[in-house]
């Protein structure tokens, strides 16, 4: 499965990313955070990348284009990947889709997570926070001033990537404001639309071995646990029936040839019987003292 998240800074398409990462089992190609890596490590593309991402602005699109045509080529992204925060322009859109056709690969779905721009600051300020919280170091473009021109570049530069992708049809849009799981059950719902496969990582445990689970066994010409069971079973009646009609009665009879199950019944069923018959002879013994009495008042 290939796909790519889109959305302004602190959408949250690394957060989802990351999710889908644990799901399906594909690799997710942030290029920012392989420039960063590229940053750190002091490399070429880093010596050039580093101001323009302190400042919030692009790197240029041969550079991350680059990055991205070596990094679909590795053998952890033939399973498939998610391209979050590339590509960014639609220069970089227009190379991805050579690099994809010379491969002969395809896109399964760009998804656009819809945020409310004022909301965005107050959402980067508070993953700020946390990260200082944890100890861990701020990324040199996690504040005010960078954000805005972020967003600048976003409206100028990314947004346009909503008609290109739109007009392909490969496009959908969902509500970036929404909680977090309500956001990935969105995705979730999208893809298993688009590729029909529903999620893997977090799925239900199996059912418990039963007749049902035995009949998908079967019909899967599969000899489970639960098929084994269920075909023991059968034996075992089948075997109880035979010794039952040997012995000349049917199954589920004891050997006396009543029902086995319906003794405890019976016993209770002449029980009530005795009792009834006591409140009668009672009744009829009253009767007769009563008018023996009144015969005797006349
Ligand atoms: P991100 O972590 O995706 O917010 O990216 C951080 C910064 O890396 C951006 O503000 C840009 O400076 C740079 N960057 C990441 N991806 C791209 C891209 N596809 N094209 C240009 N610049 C990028």
């Given at each position: 499965?290939r796909?790519?998240?889109?959305?302004?800074?602190?959408a949250?398409?690394?957060t989802?990313?990351?999710?889908?990462v644990?799901r399906y089992?594909?690799?997710?190609?942030?290029?920012?955070d392989?420039?960063?890596?590229a940053?750190?490590?002091?490399?070429p593309?880093?010596l050039?990348?580093?101001d323009?991402?302190?400042q919030?602005a692009?790197?240029p699109?041969?550079?991350?284009?680059?990055?991205?045509?070596d990094?679909?080529?590795?053998?952890d992204a033939h399973?498939?990947?998610i391209?979050?925060?590339?590509?960014?322009t639609?220069g970089q859109?227009?190379a991805?889709?050579?690099?994809?056709?010379?491969?002969?690969?395809?896109?399964?779905?760009?998804?656009?997570?819809k945020v409310?721009?004022?909301?965005?600051?107050?959402?980067?300020e508070?993953r700020?926070a946390?990260m200082?919280?944890?100890?861990?170091?701020v990324?040199?473009?996690?504040?005010?001033?960078?954000?805005?021109?972020?967003?600048?570049a976003y409206r100028a530069?990314t947004?346009?990537?909503?008609?290109y992708?739109g007009?392909?049809?490969t496009l959908?849009?969902?509500?970036g404001m929404?909680?977090?799981d309500?956001v990935?059950?969105a995705i979730?719902a999208?893809?298993?639309?688009?590729t029909g496969k529903p999620?893997s990582?977090?799925?239900k445990?199996a059912s418990?071995?039963?007749?049902?689970?035995a009949k998908v066994?079967k019909r899967a010409g599969?000899r489970?646990?639960?098929a084994?069971?269920?075909?023991k079973?059968?034996?075992?009646?089948?075997?109880k029936a035979?010794?039952?009609k040997?012995?000349?009665?049917?199954i589920g009879?004891?050997?006396g040839g009543?029902?086995?199950?319906s003794?405890?019944?019976?016993?209770a069923?002449s029980a009530r019987?005795?009792v009834?018959?006591?409140r009668?002879?009672?009744?009829?013994?009253?009767a007769k003292?009563?008018a023996?009495?009144?015969?005797?008042r006349?």
């Amino acid at each position: 499965m290939r796909l790519i998240l889109l959305g302004p800074p602190g959408a949250g398409k690394g957060t989802q990313a990351q999710r889908l990462v644990a799901r399906y089992g594909l690799v997710q190609l942030s290029t920012g955070d392989m420039l960063r890596a590229a940053v750190a490590a002091g490399t070429p593309v880093g010596l050039k990348a580093k101001d323009l991402m302190a400042q919030g602005a692009l790197v240029p699109d041969e550079v991350v284009c680059a990055i991205i045509a070596d990094r679909i080529a590795e053998p952890d992204a033939h399973n498939g990947f998610i391209l979050d925060g590339f590509p960014r322009t639609v220069g970089q859109a227009e190379a991805l889709d050579a690099m994809l056709k010379d491969r002969k690969l395809g896109l399964d779905a760009v998804i656009a997570l819809k945020v409310d721009e004022d909301a965005l600051l107050a959402r980067v300020e508070k993953r700020v926070a946390e990260m200082a919280a944890r100890g861990e170091a701020v990324r040199a473009d996690d504040n005010a001033e960078a954000l805005k021109k972020r967003l600048d570049a976003y409206r100028a530069q990314t947004a346009p990537l909503i008609d290109y992708y739109g007009g392909k049809g490969t496009l959908s849009v969902i509500d970036g404001m929404a909680a977090i799981d309500a956001v990935e059950r969105a995705i979730l719902a999208i893809l298993k639309g688009k590729t029909g496969k529903p999620a893997s990582g977090k799925a239900k445990p199996a059912s418990k071995p039963g007749k049902k689970a035995a009949k998908v066994a079967k019909r899967a010409g599969k000899r489970t646990k639960a098929a084994k069971k269920v075909k023991k079973t059968k034996k075992s009646t089948v075997a109880k029936a035979a010794k039952a009609k040997s012995a000349g009665r049917a199954i589920g009879t004891r050997k006396g040839g009543r029902k086995a199950d319906s003794k405890g019944t019976r016993k209770a069923v002449s029980a009530r019987r005795s009792v009834a018959k006591k409140r009668a002879g009672t009744a009829r013994r009253t009767a007769k003292k009563t008018a023996k009495r009144k015969s005797g008042r006349r």
